[in-house]
């Protein structure tokens, strides 16, 4: 079992940046793709980003590209997703997920375990 916790969320105007974090613990954290995914009220929850263990490849949602940037820390059980430029349609809760598998997915149900989700709010 992995425990995943979010923070760094809030709220921002736009054109503004946000640094989300999100811890990993229990199993270990060794070999674990990595992703990002949002959800706005009413929305389903759509992919962001994501990295696999070896060799730190990464994917992005194409509404971030160039925006957003994911990247982890091994050592310490830790992922990141650095959001610039930000737009008020960025605004939704932002969930970290964790797969078993180390490879690339975007879709929601290819990850194993969720965290409980951090707002950010984006103002115009």
């Known amino acids: 079992q992995v425990q995943l916790v979010e923070s760094g969320g809030g709220l921002v105007q736009a054109g503004g940046s946000l640094r989300l974090s999100c811890a990993a613990s229990?199993?270990?954290?060794?070999?674990?793709?990595m992703g990002w995914f949002r959800q706005a009220p009413g929305k389903e929850r759509d992919f962001v980003a994501a990295i696999t263990w070896a060799g730190g490849i990464t994917n992005y949602a194409d509404s971030v590209k160039g925006r957003f940037a994911i990247s982890r820390n091994n050592a310490k059980n830790t992922v990141y997703l650095q959001m610039n430029s930000l737009k008020p349609e960025d605004t939704a809760v932002y969930y970290c997920a964790a797969r078993r598998i180390d490879a690339l997915a975007v879709r929601a149900g290819s990850y194993d375990y969720w965290g409980q989700g951090t707002q950010v709010t984006v103002s115009s």
């Open positions: 229990g199993r270990s954290f060794s070999g674990t793709t």
